[in-house]
């Protein structure tokens, strides 16, 4: 009995012990995190987790249930080659729209060439002016924080978060909101790198405001975002995106991904840090799966040859490329890639080839 009783205590004291390094490990890692402002949603979209990658604010969580609507906020030219796009864009967006998930609210595709074209009966859509001749410096994109300040201003928006998106986005599936209780949700790009542009960063973000590190690795597009947040940053936003341009060394560092970080610092020096959100979107080829994900980027050109292998950088027997319709939109019912392509790849032609298929007048642009 005595030898049961000693042995007794000595598995309580290794539990205790145990219990003490688990709890000590808990902390350690809480503190660790709790200085950085950054998190990431996990998947079962319940709560805020450290991300492994990106560190992300304290734990928020969404109220169960609660529907919280979005507007749709699309920016855009009067050019074949934005409207072919857009076209496909809104098509999804009514079809996904109504479906259970969903959080969209309206939809307005901000024009900002200064006057109506041929799509205003088709797509809800609001006109504001470019930036003055020749400010932009060929780098169209400086219109679109300049369009967000005028929109913001003259629209009536009933819904209390914005969606800011691009033509070249479709909806794979019904998109909730994924901004919680105040903090904006973005998609990280691991091409956007405050960290390792610290030199040209603190041109706009002086030291006094914090480490670079306040900066999230991300654009404008796709953000959900608090149409009264977004008010308050569009302006600085449009601002530090001309500062940028006219620097000719961060214009040539940043190249045309410059407006992105302009958006990423003018939001760091309102103090706005953004929930990083990597199922937000996916870009074929890179990605290789819709699954899980809301958004197609088809920003990159998909080429393979006909055993399915890609040969990126390189024409392919097989290719489906964005910028081969600068001139006007793409066929109907576009040649589905080989077999062997990714789902991601396969899935992008077919949602492009039934948009084609279900709207009027597809090649009358």
Known sequence: MKIMGKSSLILLVLLACGC????????????????????????????LIPDPIVEMPKNVKKPRNAKIPFHVALTATDAPYSKWQCRIMYYWYKQQKDLPGSEMGGFTRILHSGSPDNLMDEIPTMVVDPLPAGLDRGYIVLNRPWAFVQWLKKAAIEEEYVLMAEPDHIFVRPLPNLAHTGYPAAFPFFYIKPDKNEKIIRKFYPEEKGPVTNIDPIGNSPVIIKKDVLAKISP????????????????????WVLEMYAYAVASALHG????????????????????????????????????????????????????????????????????????SVVTLVKMVNEASANIPNWNSE
């Open 20 to 47: 003490c390094f688990a709890t000590y490990n808990l902390l350690t890692l809480v503190m660790h995190h709790r200085g950085t402002g950054r998190w990431v949603m996990d998947e079962s979209d319940d709560m």
């Open 272 to 343: 706005v840090q953004h929930i990083l959100r990597k199922d937000f979107m996916l870009q074929p080829p890179w990605d290789l799966e819709t699954k899980d994900k809301f958004i197609i980027h088809y920003t990159y050109g998909c080429d393979y040859n006909m055993k399915g292998e890609l040969t990126y950088g390189k024409i392919g027997e097989w290719r489906f490329d964005k910028r081969s319709y600068l001139r006007g939109p793409p066929p109907r019912n576009l040649p589905l890639p080989p077999p062997g392509v990714p789902e």
């Open 236 to 255: 600085t936003w449009m601002n530090v995106s001309l500062k940028m341009k006219e620097d000719p060394e961060t214009d040539k560092s940043f190249g």
